[in-house]
């Protein structure tokens, strides 16, 4: 395991900063808070052309066979620049397991076309209850000749107005077990019977929608992975998202770190710059040693992905919920050492505070992967 | 399996043996007695120990051969490292020779210093103390009283040092004294090497509140010291104390975060820190029962003890981190005050949970029939409420984050 960054590494971090501070910038970012879809497809074409995009997939797809750490790179960068973009949706929630368990024909017909920028994808997993595991499942999918019909509906969709496709969850046998029974189906977002509505959830960044499906038409050979045993294949993709949505929030909380500490050496009060003040410099302290923790257990976590470790989802849960408290008290502090300023919608605080509080949520809290660990170690 | 790991499980192997054949009679199994904490018997074992392990070339890495340093391959380092740690060895180090002393020499001492002090603490051979806080100077250290006034070819040292580790056993330490009275702070101290046993030095137990006494005061009465033993320039002492206590700092941080060994110095059966005192914790939240329920059950502790092995890890990997960036020539400093106040607070956290956990019996100490692991968790408890104080305060450290890291106005 090498930690750090190798040195092709150092070049995707510095590209991809550079990129993004001309890209993504505050007009860039302001303008995507106005906008329905949540993502500029100009921008996109440009980060295909960059390889970003298929950065993860074999060279016979079109991808630039990289490995997981070096998108966990990309990752923390896009969460520094708040990028708005489907690419966590379509590369790792829908490309991955299309990786994993897609058909040969699947695979051709589809990563090509990601890895170009010409296709956008996003999974449809959770339900009622918000929370990631089988038993929320209920989304019907019947046989009805040689296709499948869906009845469900699907809550806290990323990105669902701007994906071509959906990976959806939905159950194609009743078990006892509820693991068992699930498939996963890839099903065009244009077809009859998808309603599409925002849930105006707080990250504008990063827009969640509903999704219901009535009586919708998918044919079977769009199964992908094994009749009943999707499952599986969520669980594993799920680590690795897990791990991609904490580097991001390491992103946005270093650029929350930056900041603030920047802020507190202008920001004069009583005479005197407020960083000259105890009490700030020890929660800016906290800020930098909670997020120097956090990053090594990013980078464990990734690297024991990318080498097969099997202490990899234990190393998983532990960056999540190191990743997810500190971040979390990072964006708090940051925005009060801002102080009023902090509190506006103007200032780009609240904007990383709500991208972490999102993330923190997604594939498990905390306390979710807290009992994850208490299980794994007992 | 290629030939370079082929290799290096046969040196895993090689050290497993030596280990075996080497550790104390009975090590490892119940009926293996610790020596009493910061007893004399402690401290021999400790000497002893760091002592076959310098000899079998296990110890003494990162100085250079002619200082006495030990030569082997980084793989080879870390190897030794992970299996003195599973097999909870003796801590031999010595703590504040290894830790201290020897950083500090390497930096400022001269040729003579180097050649004469350093390989009797790479072998384990003579122990040292820091002499550097007093009763008015603790965070405040730059206000050190004691004076050292120059009479010819000596100096002559009058003062109190106070919160001496190693204090009992210590056969040199490094004093900083004052040495001009009208030059301004931090430009009127000087270091020196001090024998402990001079005359007019007078070593005094100070009894803490877990009822040990593992720190020590010194009184000076016209203390005698060559010029020659002087640690650096005249008045040049401040750079001094800020090399050795950042050494400490880190030192410290990586020895607790599982990098040094199982065992204190002092021979306690520390079952400090590290993924094998998670393990411990666990045993005991299934073993204890509070209203018909084990601890380990219960969801609020499951939480808790899963957020210790999660900081456990991370001071794991922030260490090899920080081997990787100084493998590609970046060497930490301020950073040390990063690991040295998470292991810190990190022991309070730890502390407090046991004690939640054992309910009652968190009042009973060593001398109680009643004791649980002899009031070994409970003395850790109240141990630990010192390693927030000593070596920087967490406050003072979190200045030197904000300050020196970050860039924060004075």
Known sequence: MEFGLTEEQEMLKTSAREFLEKESNRNHIRTMMEDEIGYSPELWKKMAGLGWVGLIFPGEYGGGEMGFRDLTVLCEEMGRALLPSPFVSTVILSGMPLLFAGTDKQKQEFLPEVAQGKQILTLAILEEDGDFWPGSIKTRAEKRGSEYILNGTKLFVWDAKAADYLLCAARTKHSSDPEDGITLFLLDAKEWGVYISPLNNLDLLRRQYEVVLSNVPVPAENIVGELNNGWAILKKMSLYATVALCAEMIGCGDKVLETTVSYAKERIAFGVPIGSFQTIKHKCADMLSGLEYARSLMEWAALALDDDDPDAPLAVSMAKASCGDVCKMVCDEGVQIHGGIGYTWDHDMHLYFKRVRASDTAFGDGNYHRELIARYIE | MSDGSAKLEAFRKEVRTWLRENLPKGWGTPEYKDPERFSTEAHELGKLWQKKLYDAGYAGFGYPKEYGGVERPPEEIAVIREELLRHGSPFGPLSLGLLMAAPT?????????????????????????????????????????????????????????????????????????????????????????????????????????????????????????????????????????????????????????????????????????????????IDLAKETHHYGRAVWDDPVFRQKIANLAIEVEAMRYSGLRMVAKMRKGIMPTNEASIVKNFQAEMRRRQGDMVMEIIGAYSQLMRDSKRAIDGGEWVYQMMRARGATIEMGTSEINRNIIAERVLGLPR
Not at chain 2, 161 to 183: C, H, Q, V, Y
Request: net charge negative; aromatic share 10%.
């Open chain 2, 105 to 281: 020499i390497m930096a400022h001492g001269e040729e003579w210093q180097k050649e004469r002090f350093i390989p009797k603490i790479l072998s384990g051979e003579e122990s040292w103390c820091e002499l550097f806080s007093e009763p008015n100077a603790g965070s405040d250290v730059a206000n050190i009283q004691t004076t050292a006034v120059k009479e010819g070819d000596e100096w002559v040292v009058n003062g109190q040092k106070i919160w001496t580790s190693m204090w009992e056993f210590s056969d040199w330490g490094i004093l900083a004294a004052r040495s001009d009275p009208n030059a301004p702070r931090h430009h009127n101290l000087t270091c020196f090497i001090v024998d402990c046993k001079s005359p007019g030095y007078t070593k005094l137990p100070l009894k803490q509140m877990t009822g040990t006494s593992e720190f020590g005061e010194e009184y000076f009465d016209n203390v005698r010291i060559p010029d020659k033993n002087r640690l650096g320039e005249v008045n040049k002492g401040w750079g001094v104390i800020l090399a050795g206590l950042m050494a400490e700092r880190s030192g410290g941080g990586a020895f607790w975060g599982g990098m040094g060994g199982g065992r204190s110095a002092t021979g306690g059966a520390a079952r400090g820190i590290g993924m094998l005192s998670v393990k411990a914790i």
